[in-house]
């Protein structure tokens, strides 16, 4: 294998900005949050063109698709010219949707609420999740 062709798997997907440093690229690949067929590998793993991998950053669980090799960090606009996401389509909108669910807040100093009004908030979080389905 030629040297461009070798390339760590934590330093291609700090170079397409999937993660912010090459550090935390290394780091989610020692906990296992990047994986390749199921399976967890290590940050020297070598990237091949064509692999897909699973990168869990967060809440968020991204699939990738290697097309080409990128050692450098580069704009956002051209990263993305060498791996294709995959990502089903539901889990992204999954996650956006989390950041607009509405978020119940009690007056200050209102106190614990009652039985009463615990089921008043049961039932009206019942019905905005019941709309979002």
Do not use: H, N
């Not at 290394?26 to 199921?38: D, P």
């Not at 990263?79 to 956006?96: G, I, N, S």
């Amino acid at each position: 294998m030629a040297e461009k062709e070798k390339l760590r798997i934590d330093k291609y997907l700090w170079a397409i900005r999937a993660f912010k440093t090459r550090s935390l690229a290394t780091e989610a690949c020692k906990a296992g949050r990047v994986k390749l067929s199921g399976q967890a590998i290590k940050p020297a793993y070598v990237v091949k063109i064509g692999e897909v991998y699973s990168v869990q950053k967060g809440g968020l669980r991204k699939v990738i698709k290697v097309v080409d090799l990128l050692e450098r960090r580069v704009d956002a606009k051209t990263a993305v010219r060498f791996y294709e996401d995959l990502t089903p389509p539901e889990e992204t909108q999954a996650f956006k949707s989390a950041f607009l669910a509405p978020v119940l807040t009690r007056d200050r100093g209102a106190g614990r609420p009652t039985k009463k009004d615990r089921r008043e908030i049961d039932d009206l979080q019942e019905s905005w999740f019941d709309e979002e389905d």
